[in-house]
Each structure stands twice: as C-alpha cells, then as structure tokens.
C-alpha cells in the first residue's frame, strides 16, 4: 500500500498479500482462515489490486504444487472477491468449464474492483455475501458450503465450493476467448467496416447470428 500511495495511487500492484495469505498459507494447509480480511482486499482497496492465484514466477518456484487440489477452490474465491482478478493460463487450460462458470457468474452480478463485502469464516470454512452492480453473490468453502440459499441460484460448484448468484435483472453473459481478447456478450454480434473508394464515407455493416456481414441489407 506504501508503494501505491508513493506512486500517486496512479498504479495497480500485483497483491502478493492476498496471495501467501489466502492461498499458499491457507487453502495451501487445508485452513480458510486467511480468506477473511486479506491483503488488500481487506483494507478496501481492491480498487488497486489485482489479484492471482499463481504466475509465471511463483510457479516456477513451485508455490503453485502446495494447493494442488485446491486450485479450483482459490480460483472460485478470486473470482468471487473484489479487485481484478488474473486467472493463471495453466488453471484455465485444465478446468476451462469450472472457471467458465465462475466468471460468468462473476459478470452476471456485476461483481467488480470495489465491491463490498460482508464475510463470516474460520479454519474450517468461509462464506462472504459480495454486492455487485446487479446483484449479490454468495462464495462458499470448507464446510460452509450449503445444499441451498434461499432465492439464490447456484451458478458454480465443485468440491469444497459453491458460488450462488440473485440478480437484479435477468441478464445471461456469453463467455467468448479468442487469442488476445475475452469479451461478454448477451448476443454474438459482428461488426465490419469499409471505406468506399478513396474518399468515400465509410459505412458499418453487422450481424446479430456471428456471420460475416457482408450485403448491405445488414447496413446500419
């Protein structure tokens, strides 16, 4: 945080602390306790943070072997917190439609860096309620996971977690990866610019059906 405040707080850092609290030191020994108040989530500065289980570093190190069988707990509870989070590449390749689903369920609530949150936990387990903009988002772990919520939907779950989500509007994000870039989208739109002749007004073409768009009956 004294980095941040010397930099003007016109930076972002990776949160190291939130990191070896929550994750190598907990989840890592079978414990939840440091998911309550950690780094600086814990302080209320998500804004700043962003947030990672692991990276090409700290693996190579070999701090990602000591939560081998937690990585999809750790991934639910980053993508349930406030800050930004960053999945590692490697967790994405071998569980794509675990933490498919916890992002969605993430950008359904409207979850985002400065999300509040209320949370309740000890060695045994952890439960926070997180409000989002369009919503609220329930993360378990341990033994706080529950077989219901009342007037929420489970959108993830696996073992040693859950996430339910209550929305304030109906609203159902598509997950869309593409080499470079991730976007959401309720629809699969296209979108094609052309410039007619040298000096011509540029027209916009689009799809709504994710085909090229290509007559101009399409035009906008």
């Known amino acids: 945080w004294q980095r941040i405040n010397d930099a003007g707080k016109n930076t972002m850092t990776f949160d190291f602390a939130t990191k070896y609290t929550a994750f190598n030191n907990s989840m890592a020994k079978g414990s939840y306790s440091g998911c309550k108040g950690a780094g600086l989530l814990g302080m209320g500065k998500g804004k700043y943070a962003v947030t990672f289980i692991d990276n090409h570093d700290t693996f190579q190190r070999g701090d990602g072997n000591e939560y081998k069988g937690n990585i999809l707990q750790a991934n639910a509870y980053l993508l349930s917190m406030p800050g930004v989070p960053c999945v590692f590449y490697p ?15 993430r950008k359904a609530v409207g979850v985002h860096s400065e999300s509040q949150v209320s949370d309740e936990g000890d060695y045994s387990g952890y439960r926070a309620w997180v ?22 939907t ?65 035009k906008k």
């Not at 967790?91 to 369920?105: D, R």
């Not at 040693?160 to 869309?176: D, E, F, Q």
């Not at 040298?198 to 916009?204: E, L």
């Open 91 to 105: 967790h994405w390749k071998e569980f794509k439609s675990e933490i498919g689903a916890m992002v969605l369920a």
């Open 131 to 152: 409000t989002g903009t369009n919503g609220t988002l329930i993360i378990e772990l341990g033994n706080k996971v529950s077989s219901a919520q009342s007037g929420y």
């Open 154 to 218: 489970k959108a993830a779950s696996g073992n040693g977690y859950a996430i339910w989500i209550k929305t304030n509007s109906a609203v159902k994000p598509t997950l869309i990866v593409t080499p470079g870039s991730t976007t959401y989208k309720t629809e699969t739109l296209k979108i094609e610019m052309r410039a007619i002749g040298a000096s011509g007004t540029p027209s916009i073409y689009y799809t709504l059906d994710g085909s090229d768009p290509k007559t101009p009956a399409s």
